[in-house]
């Protein structure tokens, strides 16, 4: 089944401004699932930021994926997932420049043509560019009466609900499961070929508003043989790294009855995550010769994927020598699970067409690539906590709770909590509101300390051990290279003083002396000790945190070699050991100093590695959240 597809363009606000004249003279490119046949464009209107077009644009034999029914056939065209827009400033001379896109799920739009438009936010491509501005649009459907309600997105909830994929929330007397009824499906598809790990499986993908849903099904022969593991997983949509898309692969499988071949044309991608998981998706393109087309026994008998991908096996019987085969994705109420609809279509030549996995393959790395640019700029989670703000007993900074942990350790009347950085953390915004500082230290003290360290993060308690010793965190200080000093800074460090039993403090600097020279020049740099009486400064010598991430980076593409003849070499060269040994070291010598000698101690950089060994406590995920 399919309909006509209207987009009516109506005008855009507060885009880029790319001319020389501090204009730009936008366009529009308009298409579904970025297919290059069916592109329609607006009209060029030159110099202005506020563009008004009011066009209408139809694409027609569009089908959506609720309107695709298992027994429907091919003749409708391919499903159509994503509405792609593109806003390009036109010049004469050099190539145009990009101003944002917009993805649109296909699946939210409906047949109400007097809906009111909606302004919709123009994103990146890539993850590096700066775009701002909004678009208005219109989209509905017509040639079509009526809309069906989809009812896969309750039996997808269902479905991760069985395999414990939901995450309990507590929400004023009950609890809820996180993401529920907010979640829906915007793409979905079976039978495609899962690698993870080195394993294989055929699984079911659903690509919701919050996360990519692998189902995976065990075919026939291995069930039998008790072999293999459930892959199934689900993956948050910010957790996705990276997508790449590989195009015409060959695969090739050998038919065991009668020792012929069959090709098929594949398409696959990679999904890296920045939890180190790696995930091959496999969409494929069936292509039979005469002599290669397997009988219907040859699917009910054979324990490969391929065969799998085919369902229910004895609707077979009739299209398996004639017609290619590929599958819609329903649920059926009977059997309560998601399962497949065999169709076929041939050419008129004879040849097979490909089934509609390559084309759902393509509409997936689309809207995988546009997620990852866009990370963060407007979380799902947001409607979760709309629907459930009156209720909900969670918030950022609950989840660490600042003085409850300070009256865990036993503090002491000489340490007073302050409201200096009050609800606006006028101070440091990274900061809780309330802190720890030593007793009788104004808020003149305070905040003037606070303008002489980095981005406002004055040194203020976070550990006190019970021989009374204590950790203060702190960024470096704005010296730069004329040595600038702050009398406020150092009272705040003297008063800390004078709470130690030894009255003595290191101040722990995470960076090297070269690195910390270095920042002097940039205005910021280390402690003048010789301003600080009684206070030892010690280096820790541990590269920035550039260096670590790339280390990281390199171990994730080692960890992916497992071929590399030479991969302990090339786990070595990452240095990502030798880093990881180091900040252990150094926070032991922190925890050390804490524990057993006598001074108190001031650290920066790593102090929150520093705070994980100081007790078992520390291990758990509530005391390491600041």
Same mark, same amino acid.
């Given at each position: 089944?399919?309909?006509?597809?209207?987009?009516?363009?109506?005008?855009a606000r507060?885009i880029?401004?790319?001319?020389?004249?501090?204009?730009?003279d !936008?366009?529009?490119i308009?298409?579904?699932?970025?297919?290059?046949? &069916?592109?329609?464009?607006?009209?060029?209107?030159?110099?202005?930021?506020? !563009?008004?077009?009011?066009? /209408?644009?139809?694409?027609?034999?569009?089908?959506?994926?609720?309107?695709?029914?298992?027994?429907?056939t091919?003749?409708?065209?391919?499903?159509?997932?994503?509405?792609?827009?593109?806003?390009?400033?036109?010049?004469?001379l050099?190539?145009?420049?990009?101003?944002?896109?917009?993805?649109?799920?296909?699946?939210?739009?409906?047949?109400? $043509?007097?809906?009111?438009?909606?302004w919709?936010?123009l994103?990146?491509?890539?993850? $590096?560019?700066?775009?701002?501005?909004?678009? &208005?649009?219109?989209?509905?459907?017509t040639?079509? /009466?009526?809309l069906?309600?989809?009812?896969?997105?309750?039996?997808?909830?269902?479905?991760c %609900?069985?395999? +414990?994929?939901?995450?309990?929330?507590?929400c004023?007397?009950?609890?809820v499961?996180?993401?529920?009824?907010?979640?829906?499906?915007?793409?979905c598809?079976?039978?495609?070929?899962?690698?993870?790990?080195?394993?294989?499986?055929?699984?079911?993908?659903?690509?919701?508003?919050?996360?990519?849903?692998?189902?995976?099904?065990?075919?026939?022969?291995?069930?039998?043989?008790d072999?293999g593991?459930?892959?199934?997983?689900?993956?948050?949509?910010? +957790?996705?790294?990276?997508?790449e898309?590989?195009?015409?692969d060959?695969?090739? @499988?050998?038919?065991?009855?009668?020792?012929?071949?069959?090709?098929?044309?594949?398409?696959?991608?990679?999904?890296?995550?920045h939890?180190?998981?790696?995930?091959?998706?496999?969409?494929t %393109?069936?292509?039979?010769?005469?002599?290669?087309q397997?009988?219907?026994?040859?699917?009910?008998?054979?324990?490969d994927?391929v065969?799998?991908?085919?369902?229910?096996?004895?609707?077979l019987?009739s299209q398996?020598?004639?017609?290619?085969i590929?599958?819609?994705?329903?649920?059926?109420q009977?059997? &309560? @699970?998601?399962?497949?609809?065999?169709?076929?279509?041939?050419?008129?030549?004879?040849r097979?067409? !490909?089934?509609?996995?390559?084309?759902i393959?393509?509409?997936?790395h689309?809207?995988?690539?546009h997620?990852?640019?866009?990370?963060?700029?407007?979380?799902?989670s947001?409607?979760?906590?709309?629907? +459930?703000?009156?209720?909900?007993?969670?918030?950022?900074?609950?989840?660490y709770n600042?003085?409850?942990?300070?009256?865990? &350790?036993?503090?002491?009347?000489?340490?007073?909590?302050?409201?200096?950085?009050?609800?606006?953390?006028?101070?440091?915004?990274?900061?809780?509101?309330?802190?720890?500082f030593?007793?009788?230290?104004?808020?003149?003290?305070?905040?003037?300390?606070?303008?002489?360290?980095?981005?406002?993060?004055?040194?203020?308690?976070v550990?006190?051990?019970?021989n009374?010793n204590?950790?203060?965190?702190?960024?470096? !200080?704005?010296?730069? %290279?004329?040595?600038?000093?702050?009398?406020?800074?150092? /009272?705040?460090?003297?008063?800390?003083?004078?709470?130690?039993?030894?009255?003595?403090?290191?101040?722990?600097?995470?960076?090297?002396?070269?690195? %910390?020279g270095g920042?002097?020049?940039?205005?910021?740099?280390?402690?003048?000790?010789?301003r600080?009486a009684?206070?030892?400064?010690?280096?820790?010598?541990?590269p920035?945190?550039?260096?670590?991430?790339?280390?990281?980076?390199?171990?994730?593409?080692?960890?992916?070699?497992?071929?590399?003849?030479?991969?302990?070499? /090339?786990?070595?060269?990452?240095?990502?050991?030798?880093?990881?040994s180091?900040?252990?070291?150094?926070?032991?010598?922190?925890?050390?100093?804490?524990?057993?000698?006598?001074?108190?101690?001031?650290?920066?950089?790593?102090?929150?590695?520093s705070?994980?060994?100081?007790?078992?406590?520390?291990h758990?995920?509530?005391?390491?959240?600041?």
């Amino acid at each position: 089944m399919s309909c006509t597809l209207v987009v009516e363009v109506l005008k855009a606000r507060d885009i880029l401004a790319l001319d020389p004249n501090g204009r730009s003279d !936008p366009y529009c490119i308009i298409s579904v699932d970025g297919a290059s046949e &069916q592109q329609q464009k607006t009209e060029v209107l030159s110099a202005t930021l506020e !563009p008004h077009w009011n066009k /209408s644009f139809k694409f027609t034999d569009t089908t959506p994926p609720h309107l695709w029914k298992p027994d429907d056939t091919m003749s409708g065209g391919p499903i159509s997932h994503y509405l792609r827009l593109e806003m390009w400033d036109h010049d004469m001379l050099n190539r145009d420049d990009f101003m944002g896109m917009l993805v649109l799920p296909l699946v939210g739009v409906t047949t109400d $043509k007097e809906l009111q438009a909606s302004w919709y936010k123009l994103t990146r491509s890539q993850s $590096k560019q700066t775009i701002t501005g909004e678009i &208005q649009l219109k989209v509905y459907y017509t040639n079509i /009466s009526k809309l069906p309600i989809w009812t896969i997105h309750r039996e997808l909830r269902s479905t991760c %609900a069985s395999h +414990n994929f939901n995450i309990p929330v507590l929400c004023g007397s009950k609890t809820v499961e996180f993401p529920g009824v907010t979640e829906y499906v915007e793409l979905c598809v079976k039978g495609v070929f899962v690698e993870i790990s080195s394993q294989r499986s055929i699984a079911q993908i659903f690509l919701t508003n919050y996360r990519l849903v692998i189902l995976c099904e065990m075919n026939r022969v291995r069930l039998q043989q008790d072999v293999g593991s459930d892959l199934s997983m689900w993956i948050g949509l910010g +957790n996705i790294m990276s997508v790449e898309k590989t195009q015409d692969d060959k695969m090739v @499988r050998r038919i065991t009855t009668d020792g012929s071949k069959q090709q098929l044309d594949s398409m696959t991608l990679t999904i890296v995550c920045h939890d180190f998981r790696t995930i091959k998706l496999t969409f494929t %393109a069936m292509e039979m010769s005469a002599s290669a087309q397997p009988s219907c026994s040859h699917y009910t008998e054979l324990g490969d994927p391929v065969a799998a991908v085919c369902g229910n096996y004895t609707e077979l019987s009739s299209q398996v020598h004639t017609n290619a085969i590929y599958s819609s994705i329903y649920f059926d109420q009977k059997q &309560q @699970r998601f399962v497949n609809k065999v169709h076929s279509s041939v050419q008129g030549d004879g040849r097979l067409l !490909p089934p509609p996995l390559k084309y759902i393959g393509d509409s997936l790395h689309i809207r995988l690539t546009h997620i990852i640019a866009n990370v963060g700029d407007a979380s799902p989670s947001y409607q979760f906590h709309k629907k +459930n703000k009156e209720n909900l007993q969670i918030t950022g900074w609950d989840l660490y709770n600042y003085p409850r942990e300070l009256d865990r &350790q036993k503090v002491s009347k000489e340490w007073d909590l302050s409201a200096a950085n009050g609800p606006d953390y006028k101070i440091c915004s990274s900061y809780p509101q309330l802190l720890y500082f030593p007793h009788s230290c104004e808020d003149m003290i305070i905040a003037g300390s606070a303008k002489f360290r980095s981005k406002g993060r004055l040194p203020c308690l976070v550990w006190v051990h019970r021989n009374k010793n204590f950790m203060l965190r702190c960024a470096q !200080p704005l010296i730069g %290279a004329s040595g600038k000093s702050s009398i406020e800074d150092e /009272s705040l460090i003297q008063k800390a003083l004078r709470t130690s039993p030894n009255k003595q403090m290191i101040i722990f600097d995470a960076r090297s002396v070269l690195a %910390a020279g270095g920042n002097k020049i940039m205005g910021k740099g280390t402690e003048d000790v010789s301003r600080y009486a009684d206070c030892k400064l010690v280096h820790l010598n541990i590269p920035n945190i550039h260096h670590v991430r790339e280390s990281l980076e390199q171990l994730r593409v080692v960890c992916h070699s497992s071929a590399n003849s030479k991969w302990l070499s /090339s786990l070595e060269n990452t240095q990502w050991l030798f880093y990881i040994s180091l900040i252990l070291k150094v926070t032991v010598r922190v925890r050390v100093c804490v524990h057993k000698s006598n001074s108190s101690s001031a650290a920066w950089g790593y102090s929150k590695q520093s705070l994980q060994v100081m007790h078992p406590w520390c291990h758990c995920s509530s005391s390491c959240m600041w």
